[in-house]
T-cell receptor, first 115, second 112 residues
Framework: GAVVSQHPSWVICKSGTSVKIECRSLDFQATTMFWYRQFPKQSLMLMATSNEGSKATYEQGVEKDKFLINHASLTLSTLTVTSAHPEDSSFYIC???????????FGPGTRLTVL | QKEVEQDPGPLSVPEGAIVSLNCTYSNSAFQYFMWYRQYSRKGPELLMYTYSSGNKEDGRFTAQVDKSSKYISLFIRDSQPSDSATYLCAMSVLGTGNQFYFGTGTSLTVIP
């Protein structure tokens, strides 16, 4: 099956710093990638949809200047949490879909802890 | 009304039991249906996907879609402790590519 990786798997940072999370499709080209946030025992919350070569589309209530998304290639999308605060602590998960298909493949997630 | 409704549980069953997980939806345009399994602190893993109505079987798992009732199910036979996880249903309109709708997930515990 299609494999999506994320790096890092867990990051701890100080309040006010920026953190970059990478999402890679390892064995397929992904024209579209999604970024989700998940709080403990809650469902996935879609943050933004990222299409290769164009600006990301953010969901209502998600600050685009705080959560910078770059989808520079067909296999890589990055999410940068700028000036992170403790309330940004969460589990961030990316997913990707194969061009022309309708199935999302998820990465393993990145746990962000902001002190 | 939410696009997709899923009972969050929790659901607790003894090992070997048959588990039935369900979702209902409101958009009759949905044609593509998926079930994901998510272990604690892991990303969701695609279990099954089906197009339109009917059944699909894969080992101990059977996905069932009833478009007339706007109802989908995932059955797990001979449940194992390793099946303990949260199960998410998802669906989309074919060809849209970017619009997926997820259920809130059902937490399942299989007791040895």
């Amino acid at each position: 099956g299609a494999v999506v990786s994320q790096h890092p798997s867990w990051v701890i940072c100080k309040s006010g710093t920026s953190v970059k999370i990478e999402c890679r499709s390892l064995d397929f080209q992904a024209t579209t990638m999604f970024w989700y946030r998940q709080f403990p025992k809650q469902s996935l919350m879609l943050m933004a949809t990222s299409n290769e070569g164009s600006k990301a589309t953010y969901e209502q209530g998600v600050e685009k200047d705080k959560f910078l998304i770059n989808h520079a290639s067909l296999t890589l999308s990055t999410l940068t949490v700028t000036s992170a605060h403790p309330e940004d602590s969460s589990f961030y998960i990316c997913s990707a879909i194969i061009a022309g298909a309708d199935t999302q493949y998820f990465g393993p997630g990145t746990r962000l802890t902001v002190l | 009304q939410k696009e997709v409704e899923q009972d969050p549980g929790p659901l607790s069953v003894p090992e070997g039991a048959i588990v039935s997980l369900n979702c209902t939806y409101s958009n009759s345009a949905f044609q593509y249906f998926m079930w994901y399994r998510q272990y604690s602190r892991k990303g969701p893993e695609l279990l099954m996907y089906t197009y339109s109505s009917g059944n699909k079987e894969d080992g101990r798992f059977t996905a069932q879609v009833d478009k007339s009732s706007k109802y989908i199910s995932l059955f797990i036979r001979d449940s194992q402790p390793s099946d303990s996880a949260t199960y998410l249903c998802a669906m989309s309109v074919l060809g849209t590519g970017n619009q997926f709708y997820f259920g809130t997930g059902t937490s399942l515990t299989v007791i040895p």
